[in-house]
């Protein structure tokens, strides 16, 4: 097994783990549904809790905004506070060409 010389938090590390699997699965380049439907359910298979598209209010200036930002993936705890995770999973598919220029 590998030592992980950083000491980090094993709900990251599992995160990562099933990024991973689900990468090396199905492989780069496929539409960012499809990553973040297999990523749900490694995360599911490992026994975390995962909610999917969760709107979130924003407020601007003191303003609540008739817009909702919709985060793609939180996993426990199911909060939007310190300690949540939330991610963004955005397939190349899905990355405008300028992102697909500079980093390909």
């Not at 990024?19 to 199905?26: L, T």
């Not at 490992?46 to 407020?59: F, M, S």
Request: glycine share 8%; with cysteine; charged share 25%.
């Amino acid at each position: 097994m590998l030592e992980d010389p950083f000491g980090t938090n094993p709900l990251t590390r599992a995160i990562i783990g099933c990024a991973i699997r689900v990468h090396d699965w199905i492989g780069p380049g496929v539409f960012e549904n499809v990553y973040c439907e297999c990523l749900d359910y490694e995360l599911r298979d490992q026994g975390l809790h995962v909610e999917l598209q969760r709107p979130v209010p924003i407020v601007y200036r003191g303003v609540p905004l008739k817009s909702r930002y919709y985060v793609d993936m939180i996993h426990e705890p199911i909060r939007l506070a310190p300690g949540s995770c939330i991610h963004s999973i955005r397939s190349r598919a899905s990355r405008g060409d300028a992102h697909r220029t500079a980093f390909s």
